[in-house]
């Protein structure tokens, strides 16, 4: 059974850092790229990072490039996103997803992060 | 950024009865293989997005056979030949031709 499960999310204040894992089990992770996708409440989703399947290739949305940072362990079929200096508005809940757009397309059940002072 | 437009963004249905739902986008999401890279999501209340088609009309594993969708470049539609309670949820189409990936507002549909 294909698994997404996402942790690392919570409370904190703007300024503050978080790490979010995403731990994959059921394919081969190696063998996709993978995504975080956000929603804030009552909110459509908005793509934010992705890489490739052997970590070499990112991308970011423009709201999180510079402040935001994809990686993953193939090792450790592990996803992750470092993100520093949060703001009010990344508050959301964060989705890693496995093929996004694709016939593999595959979604976490999701982990909130809450931005507040 | 490519910028999709769903209508209708509401669309109350009676159960037995066909609905459909129209994604425009900003640019064309042709490429040169002579796909559309157009996908198509349903966002069940206080669940995951899942995605129902890829590639503008390929229906994902385990989708049924009332879920269809067609269109290339600019124009696309998601029909659903006989709605069912369990249909029930808010409607997105996502584009994959070139980053930032972007959503429509989505559609939510409700059982009349």
């Known amino acids: 059974e294909v698994q997404l499960v996402e942790s690392g999310g919570g409370l904190l204040q703007p300024g503050g850092s978080l790490r979010l894992s995403c731990a994959a089990s059921?394919?081969?992770?190696?063998?996709?790229?993978m995504h975080w996708v956000r929603q804030a409440p009552g909110q459509g989703p908005v793509w934010v990072s992705h890489?490739?399947?052997?970590?070499?290739?990112?991308e970011y949305a423009d709201s999180v490039r510079g402040r935001f940072t994809i990686s993953r362990d193939n090792a450790r079929n592990t996803l992750y996103l470092q993100m520093n200096s949060l703001r009010v508005e990344d508050t959301a809940v964060y989705y890693c997803?496995?093929?996004?757009?694709?016939?593999?397309?595959?979604w976490g059940q999701g982990n909130l992060v809450t931005v507040s002072s | 950024e490519i910028v999709l437009t769903q209508s209708p963004l509401s669309l109350p249905v009676t159960p037995g009865e066909p609905a459909s739902i129209s994604c425009s986008s900003s640019?064309?999401?042709?490429?040169?293989?002579?796909?559309?890279?157009l996908s198509w999501y349903l966002q069940k209340p206080g669940q995951s997005p899942q995605i129902l088609i890829y590639?503008?009309?390929n229906r994902a594993s385990g989708v049924p056979d009332r879920f269809s969708g067609s269109g290339s470049g600019t124009d696309f539609t998601l029909q659903i030949s006989r709605v069912e309670a369990e249909d029930v949820g808010v409607y997105y189409c996502?584009?994959?031709?070139?980053?930032?990936?972007?959503f429509g507002q989505g559609t939510k549909l409700e059982i009349k």
């Open positions: 997803v496995r093929d996004l757009y694709g016939r593999d397309d595959f």
């Open positions: 059921g394919f081969t992770f190696s063998s996709f790229w």
């Open positions: 890489i490739g399947r052997d970590g070499t290739y990112t």
């Open positions: 640019e064309s999401l042709l490429r040169s293989n002579g796909r559309s890279y």
């Open positions: 590639v503008a009309s």
């Open positions: 996502m584009q994959g031709q070139r980053t930032p990936y972007t």
